[in-house]
């Protein structure tokens, strides 16, 4: 063998690995907005990969997932999707709340997208119909918003002396009005005077925790809202010290001290999240994808709470509620 042709040969020998490399199928990348901040979302993000597993996906393995977080600051949204949109992610996951999810809408058209949100998607315009989405867009329905009477309800029950409730709403959220509307609704029809607060910022709790003193508000409904939740520490510290029985959106709140919670199971809707991304990648189209209606909720107690109240939880209630803390 000429010594041209050798060299030849190892030169063909050297590129086959990068030849079988490129040859290799690129990972599907997943954008993840989500109006809150990752601290508090462990919990749901274990769920949504858990539903990742379910279709056949695990992050790293077969899938990359690129996350953006507004930390609760709303106005940072259309700016994270688009973002993403530009990297030419895969599937576009759009969770938190509605905020999210209009957000993305706003941002693509053409890249599949999966949302969650607290209200009804039809109404926000997220989709053309629960059971055929169309478009680019389905996703999963958590019941947030709409539960908001139900809290209202168990709340007089609980505390059935409080002439005023106060209802607690961000203002910069899209799920504020429809809860508001809901409340007020239910509020007239049983002759319960309520009072509204706003908060769309730490600085505003203290406000708002003042003025239910002031105002002598005798319970306190805290909306369903992304930034509350991960807020609720200081939330659950700020009810505690002003003795204000509270009813909340999430177990989250009852587990860090809040008096009782009543909302969807969450972490089971981000794993539906999940499960859904997963089919989408594997080539099934958002249009003909049902939005998923959750309808599992969870009821929480916390006794120690309410003894440190002096609150009397009632033989019933008690027996109504999926889990009771002592």
């Known amino acids: 063998m000429k010594r041209r042709e050798f060299l030849t040969l190892l030169g063909g ?28 979302w462990t919990r ?11 279709s056949g996906f695990t992050e790293g393995q077969n899938v990359a997932i690129e996350f953006r977080w507004a930390e609760g600051r709303y106005d940072r949204l259309p700016g994270l999707a688009a973002d993403l949109v ?15 999810a209009v957000a993305a809408k706003a941002a693509t058209t053409t890249i599949p997208t999966v949302f969650s949100t607290g209200g009804d998607p039809v109404e926000e315009g997220l989709v053309a119909s629960i059971s055929r989405p169309g478009g680019n867009r389905t996703g999963v329905s958590l019941l947030t918003t709409a539960l908001a009477p139900k809290r209202l309800e168990i709340l007089r029950e609980v505390v059935p002396k409080a002439s005023v409730i106060g209802v607690l709403l961000n203002p910069n959220s899209a799920g ?14 049983i002759d319960q005077q309520v009072r509204i607060l706003h908060a769309s910022g730490e600085r505003d709790f203290e406000t708002a925790f003042a003025t239910m003193v002031q105002m002598r ?14 807020k609720r520490d200081q939330l659950v510290a700020l009810a505690a010290r002003d003795r204000i029985p ?12 809040g008096l009782m919670s009543y909302g969807s199971d969450l ?21 003909d994808l049902p939005v ?10 916390n006794l120690k709470t309410a003894r440190s109240l002096g609150l009397t939880i009632s033989l019933p209630l008690l027996g109504r509620a999926d889990e009771v803390i002592e």
Do not use: C, H
């Open 13 to 40: 020998a050297a590129a086959w690995p990068l030849t079988a490399r490129a040859q290799q199928p690129t990972m599907p990348v997943i954008g993840f907005l989500n109006d809150a901040s990752p601290a508090e």
């Open 44 to 54: 749901f993000l274990t769920a949504f990969r858990a539903g990742l597993r379910e």
């Open 86 to 100: 530009n990297r030419r992610v895969t599937v576009l996951v759009a969770t938190g709340g509605t905020t999210s």
């Open 176 to 189: 504020a009005q429809p809860q508001l509307e809901d409340v007020e609704k239910a509020a007239r029809a």
């Open 217 to 230: 508000i005798g319970a306190l409904i805290v909306g369903a809202d992304p930034f509350f939740s991960s």
């Open 246 to 257: 509270a009813i909340y959106e999430w177990r989250e709140f009852a587990e860090a001290g």
């Open 267 to 287: 972490a089971d809707g981000y794993r539906q999240v999940g499960f859904y991304t997963g089919r989408i990648l594997k080539g099934e189209k958002p249009a």
């Open 292 to 301: 998923v209606q959750s309808t599992k909720i969870e009821f929480v107690l």
